[in-house]
DNA sequence: ATCATCAACATTAACGTTCATGTGAACGAT
DNA sequence: ATCGTTCACATGAACGTTAATGTTGATGAT
């Protein structure tokens, strides 16, 4: 700007009113002053625009894992939506780690962005902390916690679980492996709750020593089946698997493949999410249906609204229904 | 840091480099300070900070589509990189479209960041002139233009299509659909001549009414098999179809699945990338394997170099080769 | 002729840092 | 006693903007 300026001689000022396009300047100038700043390749400055104004059009985007499609979709959500209104976008991977959540949020918070979409892997409100302290706009998206009073956006989980299980009850199972997520978010809480609750309306007791935790991606369900396949087909205890997601039911498939196990006339299974592929597995896959992108726009919009606000208006907490996608995967044959 | 400087009692300038831990304080005056920063709960402005020094600690990564499971594997790769050297991460989604590469570029640019990871979807190598004439260092990810001299790290694209289309030529295939990507990323321009190379080494002669440009996510490829099998079955002039990515052949394995089409034994199908998923497709997917993350952290680090030296050292253009992966969808049952 | 009004600019300060330079006191050496 | 050093800090300027306020000359009204 100062060259600019130096070059049509005008003031600093001058430049920045013409450049934002203000009024209050005439057509001349402001043509000269335009040429000029295309002639010497003029960029604004978003860090002293940030550093000046009170805002820098940019938010945060923190998950477990953005190559996680689950989450490739949310944020993919998230991105066009902010976009679309000129923000910038500063993604964040925790994978699943607490510390890494608060550094992340730390980071974020460093670089001034406006606000933060946040996807919490641990238990513990007290992340928050900070970012309430700064006053810093935020939305919880795909997970949040029990009590507070923050905004956020989630599918159903409690009732996404119960109706997998209610399924694969029906097809015949009393006993089903549940492949949980790590143990803390939200969204592996609700669903063992949906998963309990499903055995009770069924009269089926509930067995601990069939639910696994810590289920994130395909290699973790692949490692966890071929544990249990390792002390031999006889010794394994269920006879359908309900897996946190679609993804990790990839390595469970990948395993029971491995080892010589039908799905779904040894096994059932039973997956979440409902990601691209799962209609194309060998066998399709059952699943629940999640508005993933849907998550990411509907999230984004809150923060964007929030920001624009800023006042603390209601709290926004909405809860995006599931729906279950029944596939070969989880039907017996005979209702095939 | 004006608040802490006047509580402690000193100038502004000692509150920073006590901060920065740099020497000459008095480790009395360090710890006071210190103590005031947590009780004010100061946070560092990396605005300020970085219009003041000449550094953001910010890389930005431009590529078509961060949900596409192959670049977000790339973005993993990138982000694990960087994130160990302190640097944050903005992501932007070009949608293969120019118009959106050239508006990514102008907005990392105008945020200062320190670098740029790129994945171009166009033909047009001007399009790097903005970086270039700013000095941004930047290094291409998966795609490059040819007769450039700029950093870049790839697969082998044309090797990874004659080794698939030899492949299938070899299970008796004479006539392969390709379902290729855009036609001007370097992606499918490779691959196109490695098609054409495999056919000429094997005496068949080209035929472009069965390549087919444009696919790059699972839809494009459901909606091109969809279409062609409008036309009937008896229409089909291939007996081979070759995915620009294993993301499109789940698309075309839908089709031809709801369209009772069987897969190998009608048709074969090879894809591309190696995806998590592919293995466990029904049948299981015959694909190219590629080191993505790896692609992702080498550019990662090669940007990192390029952006501690600064100087043009001399450019680093690294490829990568592919290794074929055979599984069933492409198998004669003889050969099974 | 006088004065308010207004258009079109200029000046100043501030956003939060850090670098370059300045300063004063204490200290040791001669 | 004098001088150079060193330590531990302070001062000022600058990074690139923009909001608030100031200035000037022209215009029009009376």
Redesign the interface.
Known sequence: MKDIARVVGVSVNTVSRALADKDDISDGTKQKILEAAKKL?Y??????M??RGKH?Q?IA?IVP???N?FF??V??GI??TV?ARGY??????TEQDPEQEKQAI???????VDGVIFSPAQGDKNILQQLQ??EKPFVLVARYFKNINVNYVVSDNLLGAFLITQHLIEQGHHRILMLNGTREPSSARDRLEGYKKALKANGLTFDDSIVRFGAME?EDGYRMIKADLKKGRASLNFSAVFCFSD?VA?GV??AF?EEGVAVPDDIAIAGYDD???S??????LTTMRIPK?ELGRIGGNILLKLIKSKKSDPVIQRVLKPRLIVRGSSLKIRNR
């Open positions: 390749k960029t604004k400055n978003h860090l002293a940030g550093l820098t940019t985007v894992e953005n190559s499609p490739a979709e944020i993919k991105e066009e976009k910038g976008l500063i993604l964040c991977n730390e980071l974020v918070l460093e670089k001034r302290e700064h395909a993804y990839v498939m990948k493949q990601l691209f592929f209609s194309v597995l060998c066998p399709p992108r």
